[in-house]
Structures are given as structure tokens and as C-alpha cells.
């Protein structure tokens, strides 16, 4: 079965703190992995790809597909980063997106 | 604004009744995709669309659920015989292939409320 798991609903962290928030998948292939974030009151957009490899607000993820998991890090936490964080997979090129549940970052000083 | 819109961003209706949803996507962009969100959860897909062909359908997609794109631009979602359970938020996207992979940018959603 295709799925996302994100174990974690809530994480709360001081702000200079690193930031781990945990991203599982299942799939059978080789899928596209995504980040995206949604901010208070504002859309879902996308913060990273697997397949860019680029580091966007100082938030990495790398692919281990041997773990079939794709975490998101962030080395110092800031309060701006407060927001709600969607790991999302695709099957191949532009098909749906499959979410996790979400987890709520919350970053306080 | 050039990002993706979607209209109306509140709809209360009661329950029976057909409600219709429009979304206007980048406007360079060939695929529009259909989400519901309902809370605690994630965005689940519900169909999407390149140019105006219709790709794929989600089983989550009941006979009530109509969507359709005749031009290749806007899209609208129709909900016949709306049901509570129907409530949620309905988000729409769009994308185009960039860099090796289609990122996919998302309106503001419409928010439905059956009664």
C-alpha cells in the first residue's frame, strides 16, 4: 500500500534547538518525496523536493531508501518556523500526491 | 496576485443541495489536481487533470463528485446531493514539470460546510 507516516502530531522545541521531524513512507517503486508547509492562515507550499537536493529556510531532508524515510532537519530552530509540515509522496512524474497526517512545529523562545 | 485561486472560499450549504467549486490555476501550468482536506488529516487526492482530459480518479470519488477543465484553464468541482460528511476543505493545484519533477502549487481552498 502507498502511505506516508508522520508518527509525530506535535513537536515543541526552544528556539535555537535542532529540528528532526520524522517522515516514513511505503511504496512500491521509486518514488518523488516532498516537504511542504502551511504557515497560520496561509496555503500549502511546497519548502523542499528529494530530487533538488537543495537546503530552503536552512531545512534539509535526504532520501534513505533503504529506511524508506525522508526526515526534514533544521540544525537551529527558529520561531519563524513555527508552522504545520506535510511530508508528501508521488508515484511518478506530476501524479497525485499521497500526504502524511501532518506534524505541528512549534518553536518558542 | 498570480498564484492559484479558488472561489468561493466559504460555502455553508444544506445538505441535499449541489454545490460548485472553482479553481483558475497558473496560468502556464498543464495539470490542475482536486484535494479534500479534513481536519487532523492530511490533503487526500480526488482527481486530476492535464490540459482538459481528465487522468485519474481517486475510489475515494463517489458518483456525486463531478469534476471537469473544458478549455484546459479553470476547473470546477460539482458535489450533487451534498452529504455532511461532505464538509471539508477543498483544495486545488496546479503544476508544471520543473528541474526533473512537477512541483505542485496550491490555492487557498474552499471551505464547505454541510448543514
Known amino acids: 500500500a502507498q502511505r506516508v507516516t508522520q508518527p509525530e502530531k506535535l513537536l515543541s522545541v526552544f528556539k535555537g534547538a535542532p529540528v528532526e521531524l520524522k517522515c516514513n513512507y511505503s511504496?512500491?517503486?521509486?518514488?518523488?518525496l516532498f516537504w511542504y508547509v502551511q504557515y497560520s492562515r496561509q496555503r500549502l507550499q511546497l519548502l523542499l523536493r528529494h530530487i533538488s537536493r537543495e537546503s530552503i529556510k536552512g531545512f534539509t531532508a535526504d532520501l534513505n531508501k533503504g529506511e524508506t524515510s525522508f526526515h526534514l532537519k533544521k540544525p537551529f530552530a527558529q520561531e519563524e518556523d513555527s508552522a504545520m509540515y506535510y511530508c508528501?509522496?508521488?508515484?511518478?512524474?506530476?501524479?497525485?500526491?499521497?500526504f502524511g497526517k501532518g506534524t505541528t512545529l512549534s518553536v518558542s523562545s | 496576485d498570480t498564484g492559484v485561486s479558488q472561489n468561493p472560499r466559504h460555502k455553508i450549504t444544506k445538505r441535499g443541495q449541489n454545490v460548485t467549486f472553482r479553481c483558475d490555476p497558473i496560468s502556464e501550468h498543464n495539470r490542475l489536481y482536486w484535494y479534500r482536506q479534513t481536519l487532523g488529516q492530511g490533503p487526500e487526492f480526488l482527481t486530476y487533470?492535464?490540459?482538459?482530459?481528465?487522468?485519474?480518479k481517486s475510489r475515494l470519488l463517489s458518483d456525486r463528485f463531478s469534476a471537469e477543465r473544458p478549455k484546459g484553464s479553470f476547473s470546477t468541482l460539482e458535489i450533487q446531493r451534498t452529504e455532511q460528511g461532505d464538509s471539508a476543505m477543498y483544495l486545488c493545484?496546479?503544476?508544471?514539470?520543473?528541474?526533473?519533477?512537477?512541483?505542485?502549487?496550491f490555492g487557498p481552498g474552499t471551505r464547505l460546510t454541510v448543514t
Open positions: 487533470f492535464q490540459n482538459e482530459a481528465q487522468l485519474e
Open positions: 508528501a509522496l508521488s508515484g511518478h512524474q506530476g501524479t497525485a500526491l499521497i
Open positions: 511504496y512500491s517503486g521509486s518514488p518523488e
Open positions: 493545484a496546479s503544476s508544471y514539470l520543473r528541474g526533473g519533477s512537477y512541483e505542485q502549487y
